[in-house]
């Protein structure tokens, strides 16, 4: 029951060509502990399933900018130059999905559902095929996703959207323990669960491990059955995606800058 373990260990069977589902959105929650043990473990021509795909120098960014993943299944990806080098040159293979879809697709998966009508992407290339999933080096389309069976309910048209499971799931969580039961904190949950359940062999990072029944039962968000091996993450190894400060601004010495939002309304409130 105690499946605590190394995240060297954890990442050894993961072999060449495997589909790994991974958790995150943007650089929240992301399991960054797994990621950097996978990119020193080898393994190549990954068919990953992530929300994005991290930024060009940290997450998943580190595997792409390596070469070692063959396929990505997003739905969103506008964070990371080298992934559009690659999509556009052809030597990465892309599949976009609705954010929506992709969590209902996963959610689908580890639920044991096959497939599921959606109306997201009714009227549009999601549902008429030709989205490029790869280009070739010219440029051209080389593989084009398929058009979507479609059916009417109560007048309304819907897409059969495929379920999605992983040969592994990577995620990452606030707390766990020993047995593998799991608590996210606020929007790091984000697709971290979805992935979890999605993956036959779940693999979990926490910046705290407990000993078992330390966590209140009602407290779990990931109950242990779906979870495999656990690692010790680094709380303090997180990045921020992107930082935004008003034109002109400079900030005090040990000051704490307030959001732009925050800024402008103060200024808006200022006025008579």
């Excluded at 997003?74 to 892309?94: D, T």
């Excluded at 969590?103 to 030709?130: C, D, K, M, N, W």
């Excluded at 070739?136 to 309910?153: I, M, N, Q, W």
């Amino acid at each position: 029951m105690d499946k605590v373990t190394t995240p060297a260990r954890a990442v050894a069977d993961i072999p060449d060509g495997a589909v790994v589902a991974v958790g995150g959105f943007g650089l929240c929650g992301i399991p960054s502990t797994l990621i950097g043990a996978l990119a020193e473990a080898g393994a190549g021509g990954l068919r990953v399933v992530s929300n994005n795909c991290g930024v060009d120098d940290w997450g998943l960014g580190l595997l792409l900018r390596a070469g070692r993943i063959a396929r990505m299944t997003s739905s969103y990806v506008g964070e990371n130059k080298e992934f559009a080098r690659q999509y556009l040159s052809g030597e990465l293979e892309v599949e976009l999905t609705p954010q929506g879809t992709l969590a209902e697709r996963l959610r689908a998966g580890g639920s044991g559902i096959p497939a599921f009508y959606t109306p997201a992407g009714v009227g549009t290339q999601v549902e008429e095929g030709g989205l490029p999933w790869r280009h070739g080096a010219d440029g051209s389309v080389t593989l084009a996703s398929p058009p979507k069976e479609v059916r009417e309910f109560g007048g309304r048209r819907y897409l059969l959207e495929e379920a999605i499971t992983a040969d592994f799931a990577l995620v990452r969580a606030a707390v766990a323990d020993r047995h593998g039961n799991c608590v996210f904190h606020a929007a790091a949950r984000n697709f971290n669960p979805l992935c979890a359940t999605a993956g036959r062999i779940t693999l979990v990072e926490a910046e705290r491990i407990v000993e078992p029944g330390e966590l209140p039962p009602d407290a779990v968000h990931l109950p242990g059955v779906h979870v495999d091996r656990v690692v010790a993450a680094d709380p303090s190894d997180k990045r921020v995606e992107r930082r935004t400060v008003r034109p002109g601004s400079t900030a005090r010495p040990g000051a704490t800058a307030r959001p732009a939002s925050a800024r402008q309304e103060t200024r808006h409130a200022a006025r008579p």
